[in-house]
């Protein structure tokens, strides 16, 4: 099945500080998202993106698809940013229905 | 964006009882649900995936006797652990999509289960 892989796994900032995170998916894909799993377990949907650029507020995205990678951008980062984000792929190709995940980026926005 | 609930949101319960998971899709009309299963510090954990009105189709090595799946209409659908011992302990997750394989998949709040 396709593979996911996901960086930095840990990332610790200071708030106010920017970062990068990064998705690298095996295959074509037609579906991908990206979440913010928040404290208390509940994931937040900050983008749908298979392809393209997207922004809200401080996030923003994009995906390029044709070199299968896809970057979600936190600018002014704060310490409700913290938890893990996930991004979460449904190959082209294959995997039926389900969407597959990576193992995430832990986040920590220090004050 | 669609809104999906789960109850309960945690529960305690002695080895050898059942417990049953509700999901809920409160605005939209779920044709597919999916359940996963999350332990500390790991990444999502597919379990099965529903059609409303069919028969589950559970990923391999889960059991399908052990987590019983029902998904009985286009808002609802459950997740019933069975016989539960304590390593069925974990945070379990549903999440609901209308229409294709395409479309933005959005996920319930979760629900934490611990078996004594």
């Known amino acids: 099945g396709i593979q996911v892989e996901q960086s930095p796994p840990d990332l610790i900032l200071q708030e106010g500080a920017n970062s990068t995170l990064r998705c690298n998916f095996s295959d074509s894909v037609n579906n991908l998202q990206w979440f913010h799993q928040n404290p208390w377990g509940q994931l937040i949907n900050l983008f749908y993106i298979p392809s393209g650029t997207k922004q809200n507020g401080r996030l923003s995205a994009t995906t390029v698809a044709t070199e299968r990678y896809s970057l979600l951008y936190i600018s002014s980062s704060q310490t409700t940013d913290s938890g893990v984000y996930f991004c979460a792929v449904r190959g082209r190709e294959t995997s039926g229905s389900r969407l597959t995940f990576g193992e995430g980026t832990q986040l920590t926005v220090n004050p | 964006g669609a809104v999906v609930s789960q109850h309960p949101s945690w529960v305690i319960c002695k080895s050898g009882t059942s417990v049953k998971i509700e999901c809920r899709s409160l605005d939209f009309q779920a044709t597919t649900m999916f359940w996963y299963r999350q332990f500390p510090k790991q990444s999502l954990m597919l379990m099965a995936t529903s059609n409303e009105g069919s028969k589950a189709t559970y990923e391999q090595g889960v059991e399908k006797d052990k987590f019983l799946i029902n998904h009985a209409s286009l808002t609802l659908s459950t997740l019933t652990v069975t016989s539960a011992h304590p390593e069925d302990s974990s945070f379990y997750i549903c999440?609901?999509?209308?229409?294709?394989?395409?479309?933005?998949?959005?996920f319930g709040p979760g629900t934490r289960l611990t078996v004594l």
């Open positions: 999440s609901a999509r209308y229409g294709s394989s395409y479309n933005e998949q959005f």
